[in-house]
């Protein structure tokens, strides 16, 4: 599976958007970029995933580049509620998810 | 909504015991799969159990670990001697179906701690 570089930490104001980047320059043409996140020690949960279009759903929107080396994940109007470690997945099938150290968001009021 | 649940949320074992972790997937799915997250660190692949079989096994699932699916309902998870290194919190999930993408549910994750 490919390797994904996400930024360590960043911070968001509470009610803007949250732009969350994910560089995975060695994506394979068939691979998918999946996004989970992880809330205080508990479960991962699914965001979003993608292949080449762009996709939304009810959580977020993610925009993949025309290349498909990278990706950002957009969370329209970022809540408290959404401070949490964000990860970029790469990988063929969704059996085995390779989680990263993922990015920490804190959402401030 | 559906959830996967996790029993029990904290288990405290000796080094040297045997530990079954035990997991209900959500109903209709087919598709179970084991992680462990050490604390502070990332969330690892354990093990992925379809039909009644392993799909798939990590490096860390070794001799020492198995699963099975003992009823129609639940879905376990098995350390036959603890070490102090198998403490972590440890997340069952399951999903739908592998034919197209299906999103996995994470349980809320059982905390072993071996002393």
């Known amino acids: 599976d490919a390797k994904t570089t996400q930024p360590t930490s960043m911070d968001c104001a509470e009610g803007r958007a949250a732009n969350l980047p994910c560089n995975h320059s060695t994506i394979s043409g068939n691979e998918y970029v999946y996004w989970y996140r992880q809330i205080h020690s508990q479960g991962p949960q699914y965001i979003i995933h993608g292949l080449k279009n762009n996709e939304t759903n009810e959580m977020a929107s993610l925009i993949i580049t025309e290349d498909r080396k990278s990706s950002t994940l957009i969370l329209p109007h970022a809540t408290l509620r959404d401070t949490a470690v964000y990860y970029c997945i790469v990988g063929l099938d969704d059996y085995k998810l390779s989680f990263g150290a993922g990015t920490t968001v804190t959402v401030r009021a | 909504e559906p959830e996967v649940t996790q029993t029990p949320s904290h288990q405290v074992t000796q080094m040297g015991q045997e530990v079954i972790l035990r997991c209900v997937p959500i109903?209709?799915?087919?598709?179970f799969y084991w992680y462990r997250q050490i604390l502070g660190q990332k969330v690892e692949f354990l093990v992925s159990f379809y039909n009644n079989e392993i799909s798939e096994k990590s490096e860390i699932f070794d001799d020492q670990f198995s699963v099975e699916r003992p009823d129609g309902s639940n879905f376990t998870l098995k350390i036959r001697s603890t070490k102090l290194e198998d403490s972590a919190m440890y997340f069952c999930a399951s999903s739908e179906l592998l034919a197209e993408f299906y999103e996995q549910y994470f349980g809320p994750g059982t905390r072993l701690t071996v002393t």
């Open positions: 109903s209709n799915h087919l598709y």
